[in-house]
């Protein structure tokens, strides 16, 4: 089936009620059949229902649907597009071992992998995604992931997909896409060989800046590269905190499987049944959204190319831009609603964020309200100068996430602001 009728349909089957809709399952716990049906639950002999912050049916439609468009085996929802980027290194990563991430990643993955995940004994070591060669390098015995941007944001990179996974395939590393600027309308990392896909579902999957909320999709048949692989000891050998189950040995999807029995039972991340709800929704016309993002995108990259005083414009949909070949290579139907433009200084900078009317000031990206931000000032601002010039954040750059407004309201809007 093609991605706009997975979109409407997939995961959902009716219930007893008949309902069109997905209905919000709004409740923390399920009532068991009897003893003997808990138990088996717990044991995993049988599947189902037990604590919402394990599972919900709810969340369960998002996390089928959202897996269908990716391609994938089964994915996971999780409170944040953060939680689901930690599960996905914490599910494979333990004191003393690395994980390799790319330097042009969102802020928040900056610091996460660089300080957070630092304290916790496990190295970051950082690659250029222009320069997937690099990887060699950096891989030995105890590196556990691979992490980088489909579109990385805010220097809206597309890396060159084959490289790297022909890199990680050679180590037996797990590759993982954050896939949240592209979607997988746009993208599909597991198609491309990557292993794990992670999402911000906060942005383009209600597409109206509603909710924030997390996915983790793994690949179909991801067993075949973990089971047996020293890599990942702690999924070939019994888990002592489940009755010592070995979920390579499972006839279950293991990536999302293990992230929800140990990491969500544990450390808690789970989505709420009504954001899961509004995910849904969201999702429905979400192939039809990222066309017209995309469109629009390329018209005001187009337009501001031709403008005085703009340096450099960053959109992978240009022809001058480096990453077209790639963005030809590996993006299908548009390269989506981001990009950027370089001006001469901050205070430059910062007078057109304050001039526009329509593009408003906010530190979110894919929403049908276009959205400017300043990111040396906002959300890169905990970044060293030298994490600037690494994620490619120079003073003068503003980030445009546009939106679905008309695009000639956009461009004048954008052409007034440059103008003052
Ligand atoms: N990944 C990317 C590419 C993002 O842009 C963001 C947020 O802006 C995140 C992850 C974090 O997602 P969340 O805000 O849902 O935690």
Same mark, same amino acid.
């Given at each position: 089936?093609?991605?706009?009728?997975?979109?409407? *349909?997939?995961?959902?089957?009716?219930?007893?009620? +008949?309902?069109?809709?997905?209905?919000?399952?709004?409740?923390?716990?399920?009532?068991?059949?009897?003893?003997?049906?808990?138990?088996?639950?717990? !044991?995993?002999?049988?599947?189902? @229902?037990?604590?919402?912050?394990?599972?919900?049916?709810?969340?369960?439609?998002?996390?089928?649907?959202?897996?269908?468009?990716?391609?994938?085996?089964? +994915?996971?929802?999780?409170?944040?597009?953060?939680?689901?980027?930690?599960?996905?290194?914490? @599910?494979?990563?333990?004191?003393?071992?690395?994980?390799?991430?790319?330097?042009?990643?969102?802020?928040?993955?900056?610091?996460?992998?660089?300080?957070?995940?630092?304290?916790?004994?496990?190295?970051? #070591?950082?690659?250029?995604?222009?320069?997937?060669?690099?990887?060699?390098?950096?891989?030995?015995?105890?590196?556990?992931?691979?992490?980088?941007?489909?579109?990385?944001?805010?220097?809206?990179? $597309?890396?060159?997909?084959? !490289?790297?996974?022909?890199?990680?395939?050679?180590?037996?590393?797990?590759?993982?896409?954050?896939?949240?600027?592209?979607?997988?309308?746009?993208?599909?990392?597991? !198609?491309?060989?990557?292993?794990?896909? $992670? *999402?911000?579902?906060?942005?383009?999957?209600?597409?109206? +800046?509603?909710?924030?909320?997390?996915?983790?999709?793994? #690949?179909? @048949?991801?067993?075949?590269?973990?089971?047996?692989?020293?890599?990942?000891? *702690?999924? @070939?050998?019994?888990?002592?905190?489940?009755?010592?189950?070995?979920?390579?040995?499972?006839?279950?999807?293991?990536?999302?499987?293990?992230? #929800?029995?140990?990491?969500?039972?544990?450390?808690?991340?789970?989505?709420?049944?009504?954001?899961?709800?509004?995910?849904?929704?969201?999702?429905?016309?979400?192939?039809?959204?990222?066309?017209?993002?995309?469109?629009?995108?390329?018209?005001?990259?187009?337009?501001?190319?031709?403008?005085?005083? $703009?340096?450099?414009?960053?959109?992978?949909?240009?022809?001058?831009?480096?990453? *077209?070949?790639?963005?030809?290579?590996?993006?299908?139907?548009?390269?989506?609603?981001?990009?950027?433009?370089?001006?001469?200084?901050?205070?430059?900078?910062?007078?057109?964020?304050?001039?526009?009317?329509?593009?408003?000031?906010?530190?979110?990206?894919?929403?049908?309200?276009?959205?400017?931000?300043?990111?040396?000032?906002?959300?890169?601002?905990?970044?060293?100068?030298?994490?600037?010039?690494?994620?490619?954040?120079? !003073?003068?750059?503003? #980030?445009?996430?546009?939106?679905?407004?008309?695009?000639?309201?956009?461009?004048?809007?954008?052409?007034?602001?440059?103008?003052?």
């Amino acid at each position: 089936m093609k991605d706009q009728t997975l979109a409407i *349909h997939a995961g959902y089957e009716r219930d007893e009620t +008949g309902a069109m809709a997905v209905p919000i399952y709004q409740t923390t716990a399920y009532e068991f059949r009897d003893a003997d049906h808990a138990a088996n639950l717990f !044991a995993l002999k049988e599947l189902g @229902n037990i604590y919402t912050r394990l599972m919900n049916p709810t969340t369960d439609v998002f996390e089928k649907r959202f897996a269908a468009l990716e391609g994938g085996a089964a +994915g996971l929802g999780t409170a944040s597009g953060m939680s689901a980027i930690f599960y996905a290194i914490a @599910n494979v990563a333990e004191a003393g071992d690395n994980i390799i991430v790319a330097k042009q990643v969102y802020g928040g993955t900056t610091t996460l992998t660089g300080h957070t995940i630092k304290r916790f004994g496990i190295e970051t #070591r950082y690659f250029d995604v222009k320069n997937p060669s690099q990887l060699e390098a950096l891989i030995d015995a105890k590196s556990k992931l691979i992490l980088f941007e489909s579109i990385t944001n805010p220097s809206i990179d $597309v890396p060159d997909f084959d !490289a790297i996974v022909k890199i990680a395939d050679a180590h037996g590393v797990l590759t993982c896409v954050d896939n949240t600027v592209a979607t997988p309308i746009l993208c599909k990392p597991l !198609a491309l060989g990557c292993d794990i896909v $992670v *999402h911000s579902a906060s942005k383009y999957t209600t597409g109206q +800046g509603l909710a924030i909320g997390g996915m983790i999709v793994e #690949r179909e @048949n991801l067993v075949q590269k973990i089971k047996g692989n020293p890599r990942y000891a *702690h999924f @070939n050998e019994p888990d002592a905190s489940y009755h010592g189950l070995i979920y390579s040995d499972l006839p279950l999807p293991l990536f999302t499987l293990r992230a #929800r029995l140990a990491l969500l039972r544990d450390l808690g991340a789970a989505p709420s049944p009504f954001n899961s709800w509004l995910y849904i929704q969201g999702i429905e016309t979400l192939p039809l959204r990222m066309k017209q993002h995309s469109a629009s995108a390329q018209e005001i990259a187009e337009f501001l190319e031709k403008q005085p005083g $703009v340096i450099k414009v960053n959109y992978p949909g240009l022809s001058s831009d480096a990453n *077209h070949p790639n963005a030809q290579k590996y993006l299908h139907g548009g390269c989506s609603g981001l990009l950027s433009f370089e001006v001469e200084n901050m205070e430059i900078a910062k007078k057109i964020a304050n001039s526009t009317k329509i593009f408003k000031i906010v530190v979110n990206i894919g929403d049908s309200k276009s959205i400017i931000t300043h990111p040396a000032s906002t959300t890169h601002q905990q970044l060293s100068a030298q994490e600037l010039i690494d994620a490619g954040v120079p !003073a003068g750059l503003i #980030r445009l996430s546009v939106g679905l407004e008309e695009s000639s309201d956009l461009i004048a809007d954008l052409k007034q602001a440059l103008e003052r």
